[in-house]
């Protein structure tokens, strides 16, 4: 079974600060997919990255970066300098080798003040 | 926008009643997976289809079932409403492959009174 575990339910900075999401995850796939999506208020569930099993480069992308890290399996997620858009619910999602479906996290409510 | 759309964007329906949900999936995608996403919490996965026919299946009931059309569009249908079924019914488009990426439309917000 395929698990995954984001166990900050809510998170509250100040503009400007910078803030990690975590993501645990549980497979026994030896190869599996990782993705990060953000949902705003509008419902609308926006991909921001993919992370295959076998590659654990960590990737930067303007002000989000992610760390991959296959021996504790984690996958974190971090904002630098965030701002008020960014506010948002962020969920990990984890995908196996042979299956089809997402298995999501329960989710990290952002909340970012001005 | 990912260029998935999904249709109606809210609705409301009694217990007992039949619903049926529908998405457009994005140009150039063959495959549409369904998602419910209950208040507070993270989406759990209905059903798959490619090429048609259902390709993987959540823990739901037989009332909730699907299809795909030609175009790869798709529907949602659910019998025999539950209070329960209230929630934020996804859609996911994707082109079927081993680094799929599942893009999802604006969601349908279903109310059961």
């Known amino acids: 079974a395929q698990k995954v575990t984001q166990a900050q339910t809510e998170i509250s900075v100040v503009e400007k600060e910078d803030v990690t999401l975590d993501c645990v995850y549980e497979?026994?796939?030896?190869?599996?997919?990782l993705f990060w999506y953000k949902q705003p208020p509008s419902g609308e569930l926006v991909f921001l990255i993919r992370?295959?099993?076998?590659?654990?480069q960590n990737e930067i992308s303007g002000r989000y970066s992610w760390n991959f890290q296959k021996s504790t399996s984690s996958f974190n997620f971090t904002i630098t300098a965030s701002q008020v858009v960014d506010s948002a619910v962020y969920f990990c999602?984890?995908?196996?080798?042979?299956?089809?479906?997402?298995?999501f996290g329960g989710g990290t409510r952002l909340m970012v003040k001005p | 926008e990912t260029g998935v759309t999904q249709s109606p964007t809210h609705l409301i329906k009694t217990r007992g009643q039949q619903v049926t949900l529908r998405c457009s999936s994005q140009?150039?995608?063959?495959?549409v997976s369904w998602y419910q996403q209950a208040l507070g919490q993270g989406p759990q996965f209905i059903f798959q289809?490619?090429?048609?026919?259902?390709?993987g299946r959540g823990n739901f009931p037989p009332r909730f079932s699907g299809l795909q059309f030609p175009n790869y569009s798709s529907e949602l249908n659910v019998n025999a409403l539950e209070l329960d079924d209230s929630a934020l019914y996804l859609c996911?488009?994707?082109?079927?492959?081993?680094?799929?990426?599942?893009?999802f439309g604006p969601g349908t917000r279903l109310l059961v009174l």
């Open positions: 999602a984890l995908r196996g080798n042979a299956g089809n479906m997402l298995t």
């Open positions: 289809y490619y090429r048609e026919e259902e390709n």
């Open positions: 497979t026994r796939d030896t190869t599996y997919y």
């Open positions: 140009s150039g995608h063959n495959t």
């Open positions: 996911a488009s994707s082109f079927r492959g081993p680094g799929e990426t599942q893009y």
């Open positions: 992370r295959n099993s076998f590659d654990e």
